[in-house]
């Protein structure tokens, strides 16, 4: 009886698809499935399986074009051979074909992911470290430390000053690498200048230290100030403290810097950094006259002329000063003398200039009667002027001539 040879391996239980009849999956001879006794038959679930299989194979072979250009290379080697082939490739054959683009892209995918988790860590690593330096007393831009101060050298100063009608007393310098409690502090040196000011006018006075406040270096290099603890203005009547801060090099000494006080079209003030600093040349300066005139029927005395760098709530421009003369009218009439308004007709002559008056209180009229109804002047005039004549200019209701009176201030 003729010998049927077996559909599938005995052994491996794939198909035989090679005319020879040999298991091309493991090898096994047909003279071998012939002799052995025992034949491996799949069942119908074996069938079924291979079935289903072969159709999830037949997706993979449609899904991934490589796994059909591999199968078509597969068939025409066999053609070549002489062996069967089949339409699409057995599993272990797809699975060899679509596992390796699976695994090119994971790690592609685990490598974007990887790398953005480090660099989170060590931004992460980054900030802790820089706030730990602050703490420790590392001086860091942006970073408030309230670590242990630096050494501090004070000076006593003690200067003050007129500014715009207030008071202004240097009452010490001090000098550090730094100051903590100073959000902007430098490193290299600092300076700071601890003030009070006194506002003796009957007006509030406000200002701005970093507008006005330079320091002047030994290298004559001008610095403005990186930090300022100070209320905008001064009620009048009271005193208030304040604080300057300067980026100065630590090698500069307290004793070789300069303040200046004025802003740039101001009449600026320089204060040495030193103990009892002369700084007489910007203090008012009053001169008591007896200056007699005769002006709309009323005697007219000029008492007192003064200089000064300021006025109450204002600082003379650069370059300027303020001349302010100080008048007493006595009236022998017997009845109102309405003299109007002093801009009109008060002048304060220099050389070939004439100033009109900045600021007055002189009444608009005097009853009958009256004695000793003071007033002021002020005028704004070159800081170089010294000789100066006072005029009431005649008005057309007086009928009077015009009346003047001559005084010197020094510069």
């Known amino acids: 009886m003729a010998q049927i040879h077996p559909r599938y391996c005995p052994r491996c239980g794939a198909p035989l698809v090679t005319k020879s009849q040999d298991c091309a999956t493991c090898g096994l001879m047909a003279e071998a499935m012939l002799s052995g006794s025992t ?9 079924q399986e291979q079935q289903q299989l072969s159709h999830a194979d037949l997706q993979a072979f449609q899904d991934h074009p490589h ?3 591999s199968s078509q290379r597969a068939s025409m080697r066999a053609s070549q051979t002489g062996q069967e082939s089949y339409p699409y490739p057995i599993p272990q054959s797809v699975q060899e074909q679509v596992e390796p683009g699976s695994d090119d892209s994971a790690p592609r995918r685990f490598g974007r992911k990887g790398l953005m988790l480090l660099l989170a860590l060590l931004i992460l690593l980054g ?20 670590s242990v101060q630096p050494p501090v050298t004070i000076m006593a100063i003690n200067s003050s000053i007129p500014y715009a009608g207030v008071d202004i007393t240097i009452l010490n310098a001090q000098q550090s690498q730094s100051f903590v409690d100073d959000p902007n502090s430098s490193t290299a040196g600092m300076v ?21 406040a330079r320091l002047i270096l030994p290298d004559k290099s001008i610095v403005s100030p990186i930090y300022v603890k100070a209320k905008v203005g001064i009620a009048p009547g009271t005193s208030q403290k304040s604080i300057i801060d300067f980026a100065v090099p630590i090698s500069d000494h307290i004793g070789q810097l ?3 006080l004025g802003a740039t079209n101001e009449a600026q003030m320089l204060i040495p950094l030193t103990e009892k600093a002369n700084l007489s040349k910007y203090q008012p300066k009053t001169l008591h006259l007896n200056g007699q005139m005769q002006y709309f029927g009323l005697d007219w005395t000029l008492t007192a002329a003064t200089s000064s760098f ?5 600082q003379a421009a650069s370059g300027m000063r303020y001349i302010t003369v100080k008048l007493s009218v006595d009236s022998t009439l017997s009845q109102l003398a309405i003299t ?3 801009y009109d007709y008060i002048r304060l002559k220099f050389g070939n200039a004439t100033a009109t008056p900045k600021i007055t209180t002189i009444p608009v009229s005097f009853v009958a009667g009256a004695t000793g109804e003071a007033g002021t002047v002020s005028f704004l005039v070159p800081q170089n002027t010294k000789s100066f004549a006072l005029i009431l200019l005649p008005q057309r ?3 009077g001539d015009q009346a003047s009176t001559n005084f010197q201030l020094p510069v």
């Open 39 to 47: 034949h491996i038959h799949p069942t119908q679930d074996s069938q």
């Open 67 to 69: 796994v059909q250009q």
């Open 127 to 146: 900030v802790t470290s820089y706030v730990i330096a602050g703490f420790l007393g590392v001086h860091l831009p942006g970073f408030a430390n309230s």
């Open 192 to 212: 700071r200048l601890n003030l009070s000011e006194q506002n003796n006018t009957a007006i509030k006075v406000t200002w701005s230290y970093y507008t006005i």
């Open 258 to 260: 300069t303040l200046r």
């Open 310 to 314: 300021s006025l109450d709530g204002q």
């Open 340 to 342: 109007g308004s002093p």
């Open 397 to 399: 209701q007086s009928g």
